[in-house]
């Protein structure tokens, strides 16, 4: 049992920054990954970034390179996603997930921040 909650959405003008959190509670031991995710309306869920719970390597889909950063601190059980320079197509509902080993599926899931971008 993973438990998940987001925060840190709202609306920002393009150009701007914001910082996602997702706090992370119950048997955490059983994380390998967080990832996050996002979804526009009308559109399906896409990969954003991800985070080696132990060991700290993360990875970032090509789309946000080199604007979005992911990070964590492990006594805070606490994952960030550092949004730098925002575009209106970064528009969407943010969501933070847990998953049990490499290559295993995203099985817990938060409630979602949303973000939106102004042009």
């Known amino acids: 049992q993973v438990q998940l909650v987001e925060s840190g959405g709202g609306l920002v003008q393009a150009g701007g920054s914001l910082r996602l959190s997702c706090a992370a509670s119950?048997?955490?031991?059983?994380?390998?990954?967080m990832g996050w995710f996002r979804q526009a309306p009308g559109k399906e869920r896409e990969f954003v970034a991800h985070?080696?719970?132990?060991?700290?390597?993360?990875s970032v889909a090509a789309s946000v390179k080199g604007r979005f950063t992911i990070s964590r601190d492990n006594a805070k059980n606490t994952v960030y996603l550092q949004m730098n320079s925002l575009k209106p197509e970064d528009t969407a509902v943010y969501y933070c997930?847990?998953?049990?080993?490499?290559?295993?599926?995203?099985?817990?899931w938060g409630q979602g921040t949303q973000v939106t971008v102004s042009s």
């Open positions: 119950g048997r955490t031991f059983s994380t390998t990954f």
């Open positions: 985070i080696n719970w132990g060991g700290g390597s993360t």
């Open positions: 997930a847990s998953a049990p080993g490499f290559g295993a599926t995203y099985n817990y």
